[in-house]
């Protein structure tokens, strides 16, 4: 095969950040992507349907055809009526709970479940689904055991308690975690990064550690890999594609104390093409990338194509980022596949 043409994909996990870098975060995801669920740990956090009503203006002003998807971020504050204010205003298409401490600008998120049972109970009245970062963030939990916690403590509890609810459970890392959502309601989905389908974690810390490839939640052990990868190359149309694509500038993860994230927006379908082809699943990418997703949601699947030529390409090793530099995810590496411009 020399082409492989596909329904225009969307992005159902995307930090985008703000300010001066949108230049490049927003083109980087239109290149491929016609919407994108658009991830509120800016600083401050958007917690009001006010503050992503003005985050979406900045994101349309860049004048590209990204469709941005707002939500917002619940604290132990939100109330029912903020979750219903931003229902309304048909612009806040989900929520997102941060367990406080988890992860980049989660300080101000959610301390105890109970405390949101409110704007949970809305949620779930509404249909608007509920996002969640799902890793317990005791210190005595070790890292790699925090997704399997977070399930067995928080998830599985409360979608017992809302069994109505909408919930995605965002990038997934662990077999525990597809197993779980493969089991739970049709009204449970899950995202799956590229960076966990084509790494584990002996190719962030073999050899020296790869401050790139750092991300929440951290990539797991080969079995983990492997199991997001038969669940993807087995069709299950809950899972869809979120790249959780989160850019931090080069200093800020090559430093000490280096940043979470890795940026994939700028050859994400191709790095999914690369991860589906080694498994032999490039007749399942189409579902994930553009069906599952808008399914889920509930909204209509884009009606446009990409087309994807079997030319082997290079992501470039670094790029600009507003006045610095930021290493795309996959930098210097060989593709197989790559967007037809
Ligand atoms: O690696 C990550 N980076 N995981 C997250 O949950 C947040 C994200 C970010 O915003 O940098
Ligand atoms: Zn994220």
């Excluded at 479940?113 to 689904?129: D, K, N, S, T, V």
């Excluded at 490039?282 to 808008?294: M, P, R, T």
Aim: hydrophobic share 40%; with cysteine.
């Amino acid at each position: 095969m020399q082409a492989l043409t596909l329904t225009r994909p969307d992005d159902w996990h995307l930090h985008l950040r703000d300010g001066p870098v949108l230049t490049r975060t927003v083109s980087d995801t239109a290149r491929q992507f016609s919407r994108a669920v658009i991830m509120p740990n800016l600083t401050p956090p958007v917690v009001t349907t006010a503050m992503a009503i003005d985050y979406k203006a900045r994101l349309d002003a860049q004048g590209t055809r990204l469709t941005p998807l707002m939500t917002l971020y619940l604290t132990d504050n939100t109330s029912a009526q903020e979750i219903q204010r931003g229902y309304d205003s048909g612009i806040v298409k989900a929520v997102k709970l941060y367990p406080a401490g988890a992860t980049t600008n989660s300080a101000a998120g959610v301390t105890n479940i109970e405390h949101i049972y409110p704007a949970i109970e809305m949620l779930q009245e509404l249909g608007m689904p509920l996002l969640v970062h799902g890793e317990v963030t005791h210190q005595d939990v070790d890292i790699f055991d925090r997704e399997k916690g977070f399930i067995d403590q928080q998830l599985a509890p409360l979608l017992d308690r809302f069994p109505r609810l909408k919930c995605v459970f965002e990038h997934i890392t662990t077999s525990e975690a597809a197993q779980f959502v493969a089991q739970a309601s049709e009204r449970v989905g899950a995202t799956i990064t590229p960076q966990h389908l084509l790494y584990n974690r002996n190719d962030l810390l073999v050899g020296g550690v790869k401050p790139h490839l750092y991300c929440l939640p951290v990539l797991k052990r080969n079995t983990h890999q492997q199991a997001l990868q038969d669940m993807v190359a087995s069709g299950n149309n809950k899972f869809f594609l979120g790249t959780d694509s989160a850019p931090h500038a080069q200093g800020a993860k090559e430093s000490a104390c280096g940043c979470a994230g890795c940026y994939s927006s700028p050859a994400a379908i191709e790095l999914y093409a690369q991860a589906f082809e080694a498994i032999d699943a490039l007749d399942k990418l189409e579902a994930f990338a553009s069906f599952n997703g808008a399914d889920f949601y509930g909204l209509a699947r884009n009606t446009d194509t990409i087309t994807l030529l079997r030319n082997s390409w290079q992501v470039p090793e670094s790029l600009t980022y507003g006045a610095d530099v930021i290493i795309p995810l996959g930098a210097g590496q060989t593709l197989n596949w790559q967007l037809q411009a």
